[in-house]
């Protein structure tokens, strides 16, 4: 009598766990799509703005440098906690565009792939 008991136990703890991980599994696939539309929803609202920030430098734990595109104007202004302030205006010619200065693949794809058969050559070396 005990042994069945037993079994039945472990069973229903079985089905219990793969009920489980069945759960967790949907909740990480909800997350990702919700992630994935949110950040396409964002970007979209960002898209047609008339500021954007194009770089920001981090000078302390509260105090940043940004350069900043206003319609066709860029601009340098000093970030802190309480208090913005402009600290220069630059030319167009004058900012380096990421694009302009480096080199990066396109998604995480075209990075992986990369990365993959630059381990491959080195393990051929």
Known sequence: MYLTISR?????????????????????VATYFTARW??????????????????????SQTKYLQIVKITNKYVVIGVSK???????????????LAEDHMNVPGNFKDILRGIVNKEKGNKNN
């Open 8 to 28: 039945v136990s472990t069973i229903e703890n079985v089905f219990q766990l793969l009920g489980l991980f069945v759960i967790f599994i949907i909740i990480l």
């Open 82 to 96: 309480d208090h913005v302030e402009l600290i220069t205006e630059l030319s167009e010619e004058e900012v380096l």
């Open 38 to 59: 949110v950040g396409a929803y964002q970007l979209g609202q960002n898209k047609h703005r008339n500021i954007t920030v194009i770089e920001t430098f981090k000078i």
